[in-house]
C-alpha cells in the first residue's frame, strides 16, 4: 500500500505552488498526475482594493482536514494538500491552494474538484470585500451555484 500525504493550513502568508507540488511529490515514484487549483483575488473590474477573509482557529483546519480524507479514500489519492489564507488579501494575490496527487488523472482531477467544492461551502470561513473607494462592504453571501457544485458529488 502506498504512502497516502496530507497537508492542511491555515495561514496569513502566502504561499509557493512549485514548493507545495516538491513538497508533495518528494521521493514519490508511484504518483503519475498532479493537478493544482489556485483561487486568487480578483479586484472585480477596479471596484475592489481587497479582500478579508477570517475563519473559526481549529475548526477550519479540522473541516478541511475531513474533506482531504474524505476526497483521499473516495478517489484513492496518495496525496492533497490544501492551504487556505486568511486577513486582508490583493487583488492577484493568492487565496486558497488545492493539490491533488494520484495514480492516474482522472483521480488527480475528480479529488481536487470535490476538495474545492466543499471547501467553499463547508468550511468556517467568511469574506469581506474593500472597495476601490475606502469603502468596507459586507461580508459576501453564499451562493446556490457552491451548493449545486457541492451537491453534484452526493
Not at 7 to 15: C, E, G, K, L, S
Not at 131 to 149: F, H, I, L, Q
Request: aromatic share 8%; net charge negative; with cysteine.
Amino acid at each position: 500500500m502506498s504512502k497516502i500525504t496530507l497537508t492542511i493550513r491555515v495561514q496569513a502568508q502566502d504561499f509557493d505552488l512549485q514548493s507545495e507540488i516538491d513538497a508533495l511529490t518528494a521521493g514519490r515514484k508511484d504518483i503519475g498526475a498532479v493537478v493544482t487549483f489556485t483561487g486568487l483575488c480578483r479586484d472585480e473590474q477596479g471596484a475592489l482594493s481587497a479582500l478579508e477573509l477570517e475563519h473559526y482557529p481549529g475548526m477550519a483546519e479540522a473541516e478541511m482536514r475531513r474533506i482531504a480524507e474524505l476526497a483521499i479514500e473516495r478517489f484513492s489519492l496518495l496525496g492533497l494538500t490544501a492551504v487556505h489564507r486568511h486577513g486582508k488579501i490583493l487583488p492577484g494575490g493568492n487565496i486558497v491552494l488545492v493539490i491533488a496527487a494520484a495514480p492516474h488523472r482522472q483521480a488527480a482531477f475528480d479529488g481536487a474538484s470535490f476538495m474545492m467544492d466543499f471547501l467553499k461551502t463547508s468550511a468556517p470561513f467568511w469574506k469581506k470585500e474593500h472597495g476601490a473607494g475606502g469603502t468596507t462592504g459586507d461580508w459576501v453571501a453564499a451562493k446556490d451555484a457552491d451548493d449545486k457544485a457541492r451537491d453534484k458529488w452526493r
